[in-house]
């Protein structure tokens, strides 16, 4: 390996490397603001400016400058900091003095940097330049004065977004980012332009003005909002969650969060529920905890277990599924589900069976990819953006089976429905090394679910897809919680009844509802209770509501859709008199003298995981650890099916779960969004 | 009453106050509430070489109960007492009030509990579900 000399101090480094990053290796920081780790190199700040020997007698630019063996850097050379000094004087010739007035002060990389090198006065009396504003959506402010032309934002959206809404116009003084035609920045992904923007010209519009970075709590914690579960920080001030940004994990997000993720913040302050209700002579009316549970439990008591039905939701947390299985079960009650969606996944075939087995960061090894009844972009925008990722490097086959739908990079349409995926049933191993499936919800929550499911499985068993050491069939839910759910068994025991047929007409006499907000509850003539953080379709379809606590206000367990538990903390606490979920369950439990045997969420976690041991795993994806045991042959069950084309369930990006739909911008951005589809559409 | 007189502070002036205005005092006047002034007739060591001036309170003793031009004198601010030198009432200046924290008629917020509780909405408020 070749040997730099950072500072006189000798450290190895991988070919290929620029001086900025072997100088990162040597414990050097580099000012930088154009240079981001996962977008390509601009080299256009010239912040970065370093000493190289052998070179020439003048300071260079680090980050895009490859490192050479036997090379002696200098990053703290009198030469280096007055070079950075003139770079820094020279940005702020043109930037406002607005820090006051700036969404970004305090967390600004530009006040940041000119704490070391800015000067104490300004040798200018001329004009600033002003830009005007731009729009960019309801979700991303500018205030374009305040660029520095770094064209991180326009990187960001070319490469990782995969849109061309933003572009760099004009030479030297009327250089300006701009959308071109004013239009808003069609990405799911959009608020990361906000992340990366390293001053305030791009800052989140719905929260502008109103927080200061220093006056918030931040919370280290899980995103629920899709089935991947990427870290994020919750930041909150008092009661109210301000704001979402993500965390560094690479396994799944990398550094990037998807809109709704972020945005839906608000969606947390608006339509909860606060206090439990019941419904008298036919109106829901407010009541005390003692009144809802005497109503829960009179009703439970006088039902024969068989006529009671348990349907969880798409947010619910481990525990309180594993609270809430526990109960019932123990009432003798069989229909129990977790898929509302009607999915036909079943823990029955192997836990591979329905998990993303290649792993979400395994997609930049694989080398052939066909998507089956997905539409990535709208259901995981990250791992839509890792599959182009791997894309943008070259060398991958990309088929998809169903929704013609612009995923932001080119593939082949092998067609729309079974009939497609019928072909590759018998079709062969295929000449890759790496091949993966990602099956969506498209394909396997429909009647005909398991059959496809089991065509799924044996086309991948056909083209080699699991074998020593890869696993390529992949499952890409769309929950944050149907993972734990399978994995612990909440599903119909011996004789009960699927979620879809519970809520028929004369399903049950009795519905259990957590959070599950996406069933339809029009044909059921079942008590409802529901027990969830927002009064949505099930809260107003209900007859008693059990006002639980949001994901941002309980310690969770979530799995995801590789297999991967991970652990939400809460941010603050429950609304009014709202409970965290499983400690309703456990009161519950007491009034239906089947007391649970767990007091605190500690002995629940520990009663969790010694029934099921994969809870036990903190942040570990299975991946292809168990491939040789995955029998493609005895997944689903062989059946008819129909030519329905497989469609993605997720209508609106935007509008997935109860939180999204009471959130103001999410309702923005979908009507945004819509005619904005309506118009490509003429 | 005359046991309070011996053992609180706040029910007129002590008996302490009343002996040493007596022995050096001499009388300045009386303001609208009732409360006397009095100013010493020497300076002694540890006046500030100044005549210390005194408030006996008629009733509850509460300073500020003392109306701005008293409070003035008192203070040592002018030199004359208002019954030499009466400040000017201006059109736009209110009666003299004494501090209410602590009675009935004390300030309390909207919001406050005792004011039906009802507060302008605030950050960190959430909307409440109801139903229909
Ligand atoms: S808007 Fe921000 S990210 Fe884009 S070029 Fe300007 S400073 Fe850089
Ligand atoms: S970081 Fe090197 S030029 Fe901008």
Redesign the pocket.
Known sequence: MPIAKVNGVEIEFEPGMTVLQVAELAGEEIPR??YHERLSIAGNCRMCLVEVKPGPPKPQASCALPAADKQEIFTNTPMVKKAREGVMEFLLINHPLDCPICDQGGECDLQDEAMGYGRDDSRYVENKRAVEEKFMGPLIK?T?T?????????R?ATEIAGVSD?G?IGRGEDAE?TTYLEQAVASELSGN?AD????G??THKPWAFNYRPWELKKTESVDVMDALGSAIRVDARGPEVMRILPRVNEAINEEWLADKSRYAVDGLMRQRLDRPYVRVGGKLVEATWAQAFAAVAGKIKATAPDRIGVIAGDLSAAEEMKAALDLFTALGVKSIDCRQDGSALHPKWGRESYLFNSTIQGIEDADAIMLIGTNPRIEAPLVNARIRKRWIRGDVLVGVVGEQADLTFPYTYLGAGVDSLKRFVDHGPIQKEKPIFILGAGAFARPDGAAILAMAAEAAGSMGLVKDGWNGFNVLHTAASRVGGLDMGFVPAEGGKTALQMVEKGGADVLFLLGADEIDLGQTDAFVIYMGSHGDAGAHRADVVLPGAAYTEKPGLYVNTEGRTQMAERAIFPKGEAKEDWTILRALSDELGARLPYDTIEQLRDKLITDHPTFGQIDYAPGHASAAAFDLMAVGEKGETTDAPFVSPVKDFYLTNPIARASRTMAECSSLHAGASKMAAE | MFIKRIFTWWNGATFGALLTIAQRGRYVGEDDFGSKYYEAKTIRDGDAGRRRRWVIYKGYAEPSKVPAEWHGWLHHTFVEPPTVAPLKVRAFETEHLPNLTGTRFAWRPRGSLTRGGHRPAATGDYEAWKPE
């Open positions: 603001f154009c500018t374009m305040r660029c520095i032309q770094c064209t991180r934002c326009v960001f933003l760099l980012i332009l990366i923007c390293p001053v010209a791009l």
